[in-house]
């Protein structure tokens, strides 16, 4: 279990490092701090408010035997994350924001009964908020997603690409157009091209004039390949190199141990366990 653990973090990080590249990178299962601040945390935050978040509904109602109480109280992982560091400011997609209110209110909840100790920390919403599934553009794109063809991934190799992209939901009108409420499919095409191509909406609408859906499809495959291929460059080079890949875990875990230990030792004492 814990060789595969750490081939499995091998492989994360090839891919974090390929994105981007930074001096460190830490490991968060190797900062206790973490799960300790998240256990705290849990016990400020009443059942139904986990309930009724919008991720928690949709993930019960895919899974066959309902969710687990670790899905259920990930959001609370996911505030300890941030609070930990005392960010003051996390970029976000939109699918994200109802957990950040999650994150700003435990922040609040904690100042008012403590003092004045975590930051309530901003959003910042990405240019593009939301990418949609392929094969159903009413949800978002999840790697999670049964669906192989309703995602997208860096690792696809150039000839899945061009085959997600040709079975993508659109609808039977052949122009391009960006109407999100009422033509939501090709919107989406419209929108990841204009992300991958660092285009404005406009201007990705005007290189597309004259071009039916389908050969959009094939326009906005090319798009994708060409923005992932460097970084899928990067990410077979750094798999090669296990031992940078292992002294990037060390070095990054040990520095946010570092930064991390000193806040939950005092939450610790604030909330009476020192």
């Known amino acids: ?10 492989g994360c990080w090839s891919f974090i490092r390929a ?22 945390l849990t016990c400020m935050v009443r059942l139904p408010r986990l309930q009724h978040l919008h991720q928690w509904k949709v ?9 687990t109480v670790g899905l259920l109280t990930y959001p609370v992982l996911q505030a300890a994350d941030i609070l930990l560091y005392k960010s003051t400011h996390v970029p976000v997609g939109e699918d ?8 700003q209110d435990l922040a609040r909840e904690f100042n008012k009964k403590y003092g004045e100790f ?12 939301k990418v949609k599934s392929l ?21 696809d190799s150039p000839e899945e690409i061009v085959q997600k992209f ?13 109407e999100p409420a009422r033509r939501p499919g090709v919107s989406n095409l419209v929108a990841i091209h204009a992300a991958v191509a660092g285009l404005r909406v406009e201007e990705a609408l005007q290189l597309s004039a004259g071009v039916d859906t389908g050969r959009y499809k094939l326009l906005v495959a090319d798009a994708v390949i060409q923005r992932f291929a460097p970084i899928k460059r990067e990410i077979e080079k750094l798999k090669t190199d296990r031992g940078h890949l292992e002294k990037v875990l060390q070095v990054g875990s040990a520095k946010a141990k570092e930064l991390a230990r000193p806040v939950c030792q005092e939450v610790k004492k604030l909330v009476g366990f020192l």
Request: no cysteine; proline share 6%.
């Open 1 to 10: 279990m814990a060789m595969r653990s750490m081939r499995k973090a091998r």
């Open 19 to 40: 994105l981007h590249k930074g001096p460190e990178a830490a490991q968060t299962p190797q900062v206790s701090e973490h799960t300790q601040l998240s256990w705290i």
């Open 59 to 67: 993930k019960i109602a895919t899974q066959k035997h309902g969710g």
């Open 96 to 103: 994200q924001v109802q957990h950040m209110e999650l994150v």
């Open 118 to 129: 975590f930051p309530v920390p901003r959003s910042i919403l990405t240019s593009l908020k």
């Open 135 to 155: 094969r159903d553009p009413s949800a978002k794109m999840s790697k999670s997603d049964p669906d192989k063809l309703a995602t997208v991934r860096i690792t």
């Open 166 to 178: 040709r079975k993508a939901v659109t609808d039977f009108t052949s122009e391009v157009t960006y």
